[in-house]
């Protein structure tokens, strides 16, 4: 075993009390972060000393160990022992569930300040759930740190995720929006939605807002779905037309979403393919590769889809697709096209068609619909408009935001006000 690796081992074993365990395989795990750098973890599986052999279906036995470490901070992200059974012997453990002492324990093992970086967010029995925060305020794309303990507040579980980012990516500024600043806004945020209904099998009209960003100063918007991810996008927006269609049926191949990572790359932190940027020569490849999918697989749909954005993931290029004619329902057509980042062809792709096709069958709205204005009127009032420190990918900085958001919806077909939450 390479001696970094071997220290990293042993200092897990001591640190988490595994004398009643063994190392039964690690293997090294790249990501790209939202600040788009490599970032590498080895990932170890301990198990108990009584049990030699895995389970049959590969899955890790009760009581394993399952412990991530970042290789350059040498901070621990994860630990799970499956199952929430432990036999670690001197571990982690919080005496009577002290809340004190766990946050404090999450200060020292994070570096991160309570009320400052992250704040309770979540509590249950034997489970807590800490959310990132600056200086008291939400963060976009969230960031959380949640810790399980059984009974005897042995710790069973600890997972961090997020960026946790300095006060030099930080855009600080006192927060001034209100909704009286941005009521046009919120009015063009409220939209005519169907909601399946499960069990009366049916769409219903809905009047619900469509969640929104808005810049501190009022000015400027950032839309929901480019916040959700904690990757870049290549926004594209070309519609897709051809002339011709292919009469080559396409062969789907297995994507490898796991990569093979060697020590020396792990240790040398080489940066992972999927922080280069896309180079035009590429886009033009990519667009070139989706539009023969598509003249094979969707031959009488040309000028019918959008080629919305295209991003790297584990080696391959995904090209993001959404039908140019949408119905105004919560689920919307689309299709993602894997593309491989070397030879630029489209290895395999996931339409969502099978899944929309169970709305078929529906009873659809009828037309009788009070307007949006009426509907505006119903819940204005439960707009809320909540302040966010927000990612900018172009800024490379967390600027202050407020998310425009609602509750409630209104129903069209008869203009009662209604919890989305019970859709």
């Known amino acids: 075993m390479d001696r970094r690796i071997k220290e990293l081992v042993d200092l897990t074993k001591k640190k988490f009390g595994l004398d009643n365990y063994y190392l039964k395989q690690h293997s090294f795990y790249r990501n790209v972060n939202i600040f788009n750098k490599t970032i590498y973890t080895l990932c170890m599986e301990w198990f108990p000393n009584h049990i030699i052999e895995q389970e049959d279906d590969e899955s890790n036995p009760e009581g394993a160990a399952v412990i991530e470490i970042n290789l350059h901070t040498r901070k621990f992200e994860r630990v799970i022992f499956v199952m929430g059974k432990t036999y670690a012997k001197d571990g982690i453990t919080f005496a009577n569930l002290n809340l004190n002492n766990m946050i404090n324990w999450i200060e020292y093992e994070t570096g991160l300040t309570y009320g400052k970086q992250f704040q309770l967010d979540k509590q249950e029995e034997g489970a807590f759930r800490f959310r990132e925060c600056i200086d008291g305020v939400a963060v976009s794309p969230s960031g959380y740190i949640e810790v399980n303990v059984n009974q005897e507040g042995d710790l069973t579980l600890y997972r961090v995720s997020g960026q946790f980012p300095s006060k030099e990516m930080v855009k600080e500024e006192a927060y001034t929006l209100t909704l009286d600043m941005i009521e046009h806004l919120a009015k063009e945020q409220l939209q005519l939605v169907e909601f399946p209904s499960y069990d009366q ?24 779905e480019f916040i959700t991810d904690v990757r870049s996008y290549l926004k594209i927006d070309k519609i897709m037309n051809w002339n011709e269609s292919i009469n080559v049926p396409f ?13 020396e790359q792990a240790f040398s932190a080489e940066p992972s393919p999927d922080t280069f940027p896309i180079t035009k020569a590429e886009e033009d490849r990519c667009v070139m590769t989706v539009k023969d999918l598509l003249r094979q697989e969707y031959p009488n749909d040309t000028g019918k889809w959008i080629l919305k954005t295209l991003h790297r993931d584990k080696g391959y290029i995904h090209a993001t697709l959404r039908a140019k004619r949408q119905e105004n329902r919560v689920f919307q057509r689309k299709i993602k096209v894997m593309i491989d980042a070397n030879s630029f062809q489209a290895v395999n792709y996931i339409d969502n068609k099978s899944m929309l096709e169970m709305f ?64």
């Open 360 to 423: 078929e069958e529906f009873q659809v709205p009828d037309n009788g619909m009070i307007t949006k204005e009426e509907a505006y009127e119903k819940i204005k009032e439960l707009f809320e408009l909540k302040p966010y420190y927000v990612y900018e990918f172009k800024q490379n900085q967390y600027i202050l935001c407020g998310k425009l958001d609602c509750q409630y919806g209104v129903n069209a077909s008869n203009g009662e006000v209604i919890a989305l939450a019970d859709l």
């Open 201 to 224: 099998e049916k769409m219903i009209p809905v009047y619900a807002v469509e969640e929104i960003y808005v810049e501190n100063d009022g000015m400027l918007t950032i839309p929901f």
């Open 251 to 263: 062969e789907r191949k297995e994507i490898g979403w796991i990569e093979d990572v060697t020590t």
